[in-house]
């Protein structure tokens, strides 16, 4: 690897991923030196490069919002979808095109959307202001907030769910937070989003399983601890639909990726269904192709609750509350 090379790989490890063309000319680099770099480099927005492109739309994101908030100066916040990126918050399916500032005045920011910067004017105080790698970004109560004022309800309530199963914030404050922005653009869909979340929620995947089932009049228990007739513990399941013995669990590829084994990982949770199965439990496995198909989704827990009873006819059954999920 020559000197240039090195050079510029230790430029890309200390931001993060991100090489900025003033780094390369504070490092003394000839115009004729700079363009055969430029070139070799990703191009991620004005005066900003990557090593190689991004391998998703949130990578590309977080990167980008990375490069930007480095052009201003102090009192000016990385906001919104940018700051639950950048807190690795999950965040899918919503417009990424804009990074998203938040600014105290004017001075530091123009409101509105100018050059793929969507800026906001708000207060940013001590509560409100975290620092994630250097960059400074709203902090997570705040962040969670100003999702649930601007994401489709189902994204945001992955995020809040996300935001309170890390710590550090409960549902209290973000109640309280809510209800200072009373008349304020979103609020209503933030009430609403709040009163959705559960910090017990481990992945984006489950969020939307418990949404859906919710629509159709169910509640279900999450990450419920399951024993045998001794009262030895056979597993932790992510959810029992309440007042019956039926279990539901989202499978998403992590789940198996995480052992590192994804063979004895899968032999693994063979074992753990058969031990759930012979306790007297019925388990309905989900993945993320059933939650493109609700009302499928809905029949298979319905079926599971009660093989006798068409859905439609169930007793459980409620008029399915589409806007909800």
Not at 191 to 204: G, M, Q, Y
Not at 226 to 231: F, K, L
Request: glycine share 8%; with cysteine; net charge neutral.
């Amino acid at each position: 690897m020559s000197w240039l090379a090195a050079h510029i790989d230790d430029l890309s490890r200390a931001n993060e991923g991100v090489v900025l063309t003033r780094h390369l000319v504070q490092s003394g680099l000839s115009d004729s030196e700079l363009r055969r770099v430029r070139r070799g480099l990703h191009r991620l927005c004005r005066g900003a490069y990557s090593l190689q492109a991004p391998k998703n739309a949130q990578e590309r994101h977080r990167l980008v919002a990375r490069a930007t908030i480095q052009r201003y100066g102090t009192d000016v916040a990385l906001s919104h979808v940018s700051a639950a990126i950048t807190h690795g918050l999950p965040i899918w399916d919503a417009d990424l095109s804009r990074v998203h500032l938040t600014g105290i005045t004017e001075h530091q920011v123009r409101r509105g959307f100018r050059h793929e910067i969507h800026s906001h004017i708000g207060p940013l105080d001590g509560n409100d202001l975290a620092e994630v790698s250097g960059i400074p970004v709203t902090g997570l109560a705040r962040t969670a907030v100003d999702c649930a004022r601007q994401l489709p309800l189902t994204q945001a309530v992955a995020v809040l769910d996300a935001a309170l199963n890390r710590g550090g914030i409960d549902l209290e404050s973000l109640e309280e937070r809510v209800a200072r922005l009373s008349g304020c653009e979103g609020v209503s869909r933030a009430r609403t989003v709040v009163r959705l979340a559960d910090a017990a929620a481990e992945s984006p995947g489950e969020t939307r399983t418990r949404l859906i089932l919710r629509s159709a009049g169910l509640t279900l228990l999450p990450q419920q601890e399951i024993r045998d007739a001794d009262d030895r513990f056979i597993a932790r399941v992510d959810f029992l639909v309440d007042g019956t013995s039926v279990v539901v669990e989202f499978d998403g590829r992590e789940k198996y990726r995480l052992s590192g084994d994804v063979e004895q990982a899968h032999w693994s949770e063979k074992g753990r269904q058969m031990l759930l199965e012979r306790a007297g439990y019925r388990v309905v496995r989900v993945v993320w192709a059933d939650l493109a198909r609700p009302t499928h989704l809905i029949e298979m827990v319905m079926t599971a609750i009660d093989p006798s009873v068409p859905y439609e006819r169930h007793p459980r059954s409620a008029p399915v509350a589409w806007p909800l999920v």
